[in-house]
């Protein structure tokens, strides 16, 4: 499995991007895709995460009310929708594949996930 993801830039406080994260290979949907960011001189953390058929959801505290993950699998693809944006929601987002996580989506640690895509950079400006 090979995972791209893509649509981060530069956005003002306030504002919002989306960004998608590709799936490809055999048997996407047997993955929960989870996403990740990690900001300058910091550690990479969780996000927000997606079960295998879509109906289960998790997120990290500091994101609740304001990014929404979404997968459509006739598409191969998950979404981070991100509103609200915030300055310190500033860093690289990655997103990753695990193979052998239940069936309901919660947090997901570094060291489960099995594949990674290569990350994109978001910005927000203040």
């Known amino acids: 499995v090979q995972l791209q993801a893509f649509g981060g830039g530069l956005v003002q406080a306030g504002g919002s991007l989306r960004l998608s994260c590709a799936v490809f290979g055999r048997n996407q949907r047997s993955y929960i895709i989870g996403w990740f960011r990690q900001a300058p001189g910091k550690e990479r953390e969780f996000v927000a995460a997606?079960?295998?058929?879509?109906?289960?959801?998790h997120y990290v505290d500091s994101v609740k009310g304001r990014f929404t993950i979404s997968r459509d699998n006739a598409e191969n693809t998950v979404y981070l929708q991100m509103n609200s944006l915030k300055p310190e929601d500033t860093a690289v987002y990655y997103c990753?594949?695990?193979?052998?996580?239940?069936?309901?989506?919660?947090?997901?640690?570094?060291?489960?996930?099995?594949?990674w895509g290569q990350g994109t950079e978001v910005t927000v400006s203040s």
């Open positions: 997606v079960s295998r058929s879509g109906a289960s959801i």
């Open positions: 990753a594949a695990d193979r052998d996580g239940p069936a309901a989506a919660g947090s997901l640690y570094l060291n489960e996930m099995d594949y």
